[in-house]
């Protein structure tokens, strides 16, 4: 079991930077791959970006290539977002996902079964 909590969400200007944090429980949180997902009002939950367990392999979505970073720190059970020159569609609750499997960069929500609560971000114009 792996309890997830995210931070670092709030109100941004467009063209500035937010940092999220997701904060796991688990002693063996160094063995998930970690991805973070967004959920706009009356969209479908999405996947932003993805990394394996040891940190050296990220995937991104399209829409968040070279703005959004995704990094981890193993010895700390963290996961972060680093999102820059972030656009009002950018708004969202944003959320931390472990995933079932245990090798791979999963860009599939079926794939990650563990939830943190979420965090929203609103991005104004």
């Known amino acids: 079991q792996v309890q997830l909590v995210e931070s670092g969400g709030g109100l941004v200007q467009a063209g500035g930077s937010l940092r999220l944090s997701c904060a796991a429980s688990s002693r063996s949180f160094s063995m998930y791959p970690m991805g973070w997902f967004r959920q706009a009002p009356g969209k479908e939950r999405e996947v932003v970006a993805a990394i394996n367990w040891s940190g050296a392999n990220t995937n991104y979505a399209d829409s968040v290539k070279g703005r959004f970073t995704i990094s981890r720190d193993n010895a700390k059970n963290a996961v972060y977002l680093q999102m820059n020159s972030l656009k009002p569609e950018d708004t969202a609750v944003y959320y931390c996902?472990?995933?079932?499997?245990?090798?791979?960069?999963?860009?599939?929500?079926?794939?990650?079964?563990?939830w943190g609560q979420g965090t929203q971000v609103t991005v104004s114009s």
């Open positions: 996902a472990a995933s079932r499997l245990r090798v791979g960069v999963p860009m599939t929500r079926s794939e990650y079964i563990y």
